[in-house]
């Protein structure tokens, strides 16, 4: 589910990929180089050793039973929960990838440097609407990103507030300083919330990408809609995360339950 140190990690859109199935928690084999070091995953989502330890605990309780895949899915939601946010109904009974692939992983992972126009396409690509791409953007009302996504839109583009610009470029030089973080929400970054989208009305979107939802565009409206009621963009948000978590899951003998999410059994 596109890097941070807080439970977003669980729900950025990273079933973009196989689907949802877990793919994203492989370590690198000596037969496939999976999806941790893709651009958008590399030194950006986090939280792998939470995935170890819930695994771990339902495995002494019910060994071979409860997918990796199905923790990621529950996890994202009480994520939101847990900052505040709406809860959904998480369907259960995904199984597990037993492969995943670094180029899939940087092919269909939603770059932070692309326009309307190709998120849009990208989105479709996967089955989902514009009216579900707006709204499930809004993850980014909390979490982190690294400064090398963000570096030409603090120091090149125009449509950013100035002063929300020179304050990320303390820490985001124009050499050096990849790994460093900044807030996707400068005004409430750990509560789950509509400020993402009142940030993207005063121009202070931190992704290249998450400014073109508010840029004169198609999206405008709705940008506006949610800033405005939160209530809309909760109840679009959940429907639209359980429709992510039926992206192309894995059942009855497809995959596997993995006994350890990083590596296949």
């Not at 939470?50 to 997918?67: H, M, N, R, T």
């Not at 996967?126 to 009302?141: C, D, I, P, Q």
């Not at 900044?182 to 970054?189: E, R, S, W, Y």
């Not at 004169?216 to 429709?243: C, H, L, P």
Request: aromatic letters at 8%; a negative charge; glycine letters at 8%.
């Amino acid at each position: 589910m596109a890097k941070n140190t807080s439970p977003m990690t669980f729900f950025q859109p990273k079933p973009f990929t196989q689907g949802c199935d877990a793919s994203i928690l492989l370590d690198d084999t000596p037969t496939f180089t999976g999806e941790k070091t893709a651009l958008p995953n590399a030194n950006s989502v986090r939280g792998y050793e939470v995935i170890d330890s819930i695994k771990a605990q339902l495995e002494l309780l019910c060994p071979g039973v409860i997918s990796c895949a199905d923790i990621l899915a529950v996890a994202a939601r009480d994520a939101v929960v847990a900052l505040g946010g709406i809860t959904w109904t998480v369907q259960l009974g995904r199984r597990d990838s037993t492969t995943a692939s670094l180029d899939v992983a940087n092919t269909d992972i939603p770059s932070p440097f692309l326009n309307l126009d190709d998120l849009i396409t990208a989105f479709a690509n996967k089955g989902f609407t514009v009216n579900e791409l707006v709204a499930l953007s809004g993850s980014h009302t909390i979490g982190q990103a690294r400064c090398l996504l963000f570096r030409d839109r603090i120091y090149k583009e125009t449509n950013i507030d100035t002063q929300f610009a020179i304050a990320l470029r303390s820490n985001c030089p124009t050499a050096g300083g990849d790994n460093n973080l900044a807030n996707f929400d400068t005004t409430t970054p750990t509560v789950f919330d509509n400020a993402y989208f009142t940030n993207l009305l005063a121009n202070k979107g931190l992704l290249h990408s998450d400014q073109q939802l508010f840029t004169g565009g198609s999206t405008d409206a709705q940008v506006r809609t949610y800033s405005i009621n939160s209530a809309a963009f909760f109840t679009d948000f959940g429907n639209a995360m359980i429709k992510m978590g039926n992206l192309s899951p894995l059942t009855g003998s497809n995959g596997q339950i993995r006994a350890n999410c990083r590596r296949v059994n």
